[in-house]
């Protein structure tokens, strides 16, 4: 399986460490040409003004776009749930605006930058550690959204179809089970293609 990391800013390293841990090939994706043959793509955090910015620049926000409407799975952490939110709080228009939530920023941001808790998450642990860097959360979502996961009632890791949202780090940590949960959405979704051949 060859998955993609959007590798225009961000923390990029980490999740291709993770991706090979779990024995898929980690594709840092620069330019349209590096999304072909993906199998899943990976929307690291960092600053999603930034991100959006230099999207545009590399001419990548299309393409992405309709390879998510064709069905290729994607997980967005932080900045790149940001991106994948159909709304975001504040702005007239979404970034790519595929996964049916409203998302809003720096949520957690006034008093504390920067925090580790250990979240219970829905199918996956009740044990899992996420790091949270003045990160968003997910306001509201639409009914076809399964909540994985809230810290203090706030919603922080849902999946809708072939999108998963993380509003925290996984990947700054050395536990890999969410980056598994996104590898088994990806396996489902290649199996779900080859018997419909
Ligand atoms: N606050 C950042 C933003 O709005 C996201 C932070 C992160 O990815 N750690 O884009």
Same mark, same amino acid.
Do not use: W
């Given at each position: ?101 409203? $998302? ?50 706030? $919603? ?19 536990? $890999? ?21």
């Amino acid at each position: 399986m060859k998955i993609g990391v959007l590798a225009l800013q961000g923390a990029v390293r980490e999740q291709i460490r993770q991706i090979e841990q779990l024995g898929c090939e980690g594709i840092e994706v620069k330019s349209q040409a590096d999304l072909q043959g993906l199998t899943g793509l990976v929307l690291p955090g960092g600053e999603s003004t930034t991100m959006r910015k230099l999207l545009d620049r590399f001419q990548l926000l299309e393409p992405i776009r309709s390879l998510a409407q064709k069905g290729l799975p994607m997980f967005g952490t932080c900045a790149g749930l940001i991106l994948l939110a159909k709304q975001v709080a504040g702005r007239n228009e979404p970034h790519l605006g595929l996964m049916d939530i409203v $998302i809003e920023r720096n949520s957690f941001g006034r008093q504390v930058d920067s925090f580790e808790v250990e979240l219970s998450v829905r199918g996956v642990g009740d044990d899992i550690p996420a790091v949270f860097i003045r990160a968003p959360h997910i306001v509201s979502a639409g009914e076809d959204v399964e909540i994985l996961a809230r810290l203090d009632g706030r $919603i922080v890791l849902a999946k809708e179809g072939h999108y998963l949202g993380c509003a925290f780090h996984p990947e700054l940590t050395e536990d $890999i089970r969410i980056m598994q949960y996104f590898v088994e959405m990806v396996n489902k979704t290649l199996l779900a293609k080859n018997s419909s051949i």
